[in-house]
Nanobody
């Protein structure tokens, strides 16, 4: 089974930055893509950003374009989310997801709180 462990969440001031990490471990077949999703009472679960592990195809939600950057290290089966210019609206539990050709796996989530 593939296990995903997120880290890097916490409390940050508006305008600040955080970098989230998600490492996959366990019995891992080829990962085709990984991404970040978030859930808040106002927005429920929404896609934040995704990246393929072949090539550098990325996708961002309109709400985070220009502020967030997703990246990955294939050899470490790890994906990152650099979050800059954070807003209170970014407050949510952030979840990592990994996708294989015939499987997907979700992490447990990490809390990001943007507040003064």
């Amino acid at each position: 089974q593939v296990q995903l462990v997120e880290s890097g969440g916490g409390l940050v001031q508006p305008g600040g930055s955080l970098r989230l990490s998600c490492a996959a471990s366990g019995t891992i077949f080829r990962i085709y893509a990984m991404g970040w999703y978030r859930r808040s009472p106002a927005k429920q679960r929404e896609l934040v950003a995704t990246i393929t592990f072949t090539g550098d195809t990325t996708h961002y939600a309109d709400s985070v374009k220009g502020r967030f950057t997703i990246s990955r290290e294939n050899a470490k089966n790890t994906v990152y989310l650099q979050m800059n210019s954070l807003k209170p609206e970014d407050t949510a539990v952030y979840y990592c997801k990994a996708d294989g050709s015939r499987w997907e796996r979700w992490g447990q989530g990490t809390q990001v709180t943007v507040s003064s």
